[in-house]
């Protein structure tokens, strides 16, 4: 398939996604979203793929959804079109997602990168929700999942000021996994990555989702959904495999079934 607005490659076992609109900072326009998407669903369901990175350039991981895409258009136009809503298919995905994120994550920007799985920042990265200087709030789910991700203070000081935070800021505030220097952040999140991909498909689809399944459920209900899916890796070759090879001290080689 070809794309215009990204990169994309698989390295072993990892697929690589390279937001790729350097003229507008990678502000993510609704093709650029039907090309991640699309990109990132064939992945999710190739066997050989078992991990994805996104990522975008040393300038900008991406400064928003487009507002010059935007900026005319009105309510109904909106609403028709459920202006957004396709990033929903993005977050419907089951195949671990790491975000490595260079410099500016603003707006739609910060909010993908809250879609991803693991955030891995690098210290040049700058985060930020300033929709509210554009007479607009957060529409990619920034006020939920920031909100999830570093509770109420910060996130009414961010999306209600607009002001940006540092990687510094954004680890401590529990916003990303980790921060590293910048020239290193896609080959970190590559290995990252990796050490996913390595490991039994189905099971790390199934970790993703039972950490997801904390932000739905309640504690009792959350619990029990863990053990019911815990139960069900017994039904894989990969849990035989798995512990076999601990016993046998050796690494394991899991097949993704
Ligand atoms: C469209 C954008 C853009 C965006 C940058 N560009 N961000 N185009 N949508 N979100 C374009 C600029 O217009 C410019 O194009 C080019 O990219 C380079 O940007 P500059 O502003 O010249 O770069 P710089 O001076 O380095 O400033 C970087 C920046 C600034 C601080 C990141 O670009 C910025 O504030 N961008 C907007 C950030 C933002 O508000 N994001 C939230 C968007 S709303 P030209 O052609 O002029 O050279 C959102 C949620 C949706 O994401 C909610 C509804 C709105």
Redesign the pocket.
């Given at each position: 398939q070809q794309f215009e607005n990204i990169l994309v490659e698989t390295r072993g076992r990892v697929g690589l996604v390279t937001l790729n609109r350097p003229?507008?900072?990678n502000?993510l326009n609704k093709a650029t979203m039907e090309e991640l998407v699309a990109a990132v669903t064939a992945m999710d369901s190739d066997p050989e793929v078992g991990a994805v990175v996104i990522t975008g350039s040393e300038k900008?991981f991406a400064?928003?959804?487009?507002?010059?895409e935007?900026a005319a258009k009105g309510y109904l136009e909106m609403y028709a079109e459920d202006w957004f809503r396709g990033w929903e298919n993005l977050t419907r995905l089951r195949i671990p997602i790491i975000a490595a994120v260079s410099g500016?994550a603003?707006?739609?920007?910060c909010e993908l990168a809250m879609m991803c799985d693991i955030i891995i920042a690098g210290d040049n990265a700058k985060f930020g929700q300033?929709?509210i200087?554009?007479g607009?709030?957060?529409?990619?789910g920034g006020s939920q999942r920031l909100t999830r991700a570093v509770g109420k203070a910060k996130a009414m000081d961010m999306v209600l000021t607009g002001r940006f935070i540092d990687a510094e800021e954004a680890e401590r505030s529990g916003l990303v996994s980790r921060v590293v220097p910048a020239a290193v952040v896609i080959d970190e999140a590559l290995k990252a990555a990796e050490l996913i991909a390595a490991k039994s498909k189905p099971a790390a689809m199934l970790a993703k989702e039972a950490v997801n399944a904390a932000f739905e459920m309640g504690l009792a209900q959350g619990v029990v959904f863990e053990r019911r899916v815990f139960h069900s890796l017994f039904a894989s070759e990969d849990q035989k495999e798995g512990m076999a090879a601990f016993t046998e001290k050796r690494p394991p080689e899991f097949k993704g079934r």
């Open positions: 003229q507008a900072l502000a900008a400064a928003g959804a487009d507002i010059k935007m500016f603003l707006g739609g920007g300033p929709e200087n554009l607009v709030i957060p529409g990619m």
